[in-house]
């Protein structure tokens, strides 16, 4: 398994332009660590129009 650090996620995305406009948490019932934390991050960015 590999991942990403929220930071590298989401900085990433702000540094690129984009706009952060939401953000959910889920979790997989069948894994222990579940118990304890979201398993699961999604995030919805937009990048904004380029003013003239």
Do not use: C, W
Not at 38 to 50: D, N, S
């Amino acid at each position: 398994m590999f991942g990403h650090t929220l930071e590298d996620q989401i900085g990433g995305q702000l540094v690129a332009g984009f706009v952060m406009t939401g953000l959910f948490e889920d979790s997989n019932p069948d894994n222990a660590l579940s118990e304890y934390m979201a398993t699961y991050i999604a995030t919805r960015a937009v990048k904004p129009p380029i003013s003239q």
